[in-house]
């Protein structure tokens, strides 16, 4: 009797979500025989989903591939979030299938009569596959995040937004428009910054990434320092950034990605910036998150920033607030 309940016991404690995926982020499963794996096909999966991440010092690949042959399939088809399933085959076929085996899930289905059939479905949805699971993977973050968040009320009375901001993130600074949260990591630390300007901060039609750069170097000297005097941070000059024009809670925004550095010190890393163009509150919103982990890998703590920043919701009713120093300051400047 006593063998019976515990046996009972432990089927009821694994099947209380027998169909959630704990799968791990940017991973992608490639179920493929091993013969087209180690030839052409192989390739192109490489180069389109293993290629370097634009904005990290070091190269990381966009996704973490793991191979198997097609006959080991089923057993991956929960483990999985990422998966995709490549043959030979009579038709040719490209098809996205979600939540097949698990939930959240991607199964993208591809084959054709030949090798270069399938190079060429590869080649053309390619794209499609990047953005599919990039969003899956934002909202894995977010949907983790969800289980503890700072005070929604701060954020509202500061800055009339809605952010998700996980509570392992500590307030290291608070101004007038101006709010810096950290987190501490084995590696190091992660951090994102809130805080508005003038609309007139980004006014170069033909080169905005030049407004962008001084914007985030005039906060760097307002607010953020290195132990030791005149070590504002600052964008690393060495690597041009990542610039592209995107809509964020339907409104124009900017997204930047490139290197921060302390000057005349040694400590630098990554950092992803999005200037929300805001005209209902008469300020360019920006939230920044940048990560310091010297020798460690980069690419999941900069998604699991940029999933953050893009819970982002303004509300859509103005907020009154008084001229900050730091609209004055930017005011002054120009």
């Known amino acids: 009797m006593l063998f019976i309940s515990i046996s009972i016991f432990s089927c009821k404690k694994e099947n209380i979500d027998p169909n959630k995926n704990n799968g791990k982020i940017n ?13 052409e096909i192989g390739d192109s999966i490489r180069n389109k989903f293993a290629s370097p991440v634009i904005g990290l010092p070091q190269e990381e690949p966009l996704f973490t591939i ?46 054709g009569k030949t090798a ?3 190079l060429c479905l590869i080649q053309k949805n390619a ?37 998700e901001i ?8 608070q101004k007038d428009n101006f709010v810096w949260f950290k987190k501490e990591i084995i590696s190091g630390n992660t951090s994102i910054l809130i805080y508005q300007v003038p609309l007139s901060c980004i006014k170069n039609k033909m080169n905005k990434v030049t407004d962008i750069i001084q914007m985030r170097d005039s906060i760097g000297q307002l607010y953020i320092h290195g132990k030791e005097q005149e070590t504002d941070m600052i964008t690393e000059e060495a690597y041009a950034p990542y610039f592209s024009n995107i809509v964020l809670n339907h409104k124009r925004a900017y997204e930047t990605k490139g290197t921060w ?37 980069k690419r999941d703590l900069m998604l699991e920033l940029e999933a953050i920043i ?19 300051f930017f005011d002054n400047r120009d």
């Open 27 to 39: 991973n992608i499963s490639v179920i493929i025989d091993d013969l087209l794996w180690n030839g």
């Open 66 to 111: 793991n191979q198997f042959p097609a006959k080991l399939m089923e057993g991956f088809m929960t483990d999985s979030r990422n998966i995709m399933v490549i043959k030979k085959d009579a038709k040719e076929n490209f098809k996205i299938l979600k939540n097949q085996y698990a939930t959240p899930q991607n199964v993208f289905q591809i084959s």
């Open 116 to 118: 270069a059939d399938i």
């Open 127 to 163: 794209s499609e596959i990047i953005n599919t699971i990039h969003q899956t993977e934002i909202e894995e973050f977010q949907r983790i995040n969800r289980k503890s968040l700072l005070s929604p009320k701060f954020f509202k009375d500061n800055f009339n937004i809605k952010i």
């Open 166 to 173: 996980p509570s392992s993130y500590q307030l290291m600074l």
């Open 261 to 297: 550095e302390l000057k005349n010190d040694f400590m630098s890393g990554p950092f992803i910036n999005y200037a929300i163009v805001d005209k209902e509150n008469n300020r360019i919103l920006v939230l920044e998150g940048f990560c310091y982990s010297p020798s460690k890998e």
């Open 310 to 328: 893009k819970s982002v919701e303004i509300d859509k009713k103005p907020l009154q607030k008084e001229k900050s120093k730091i609209m004055a």
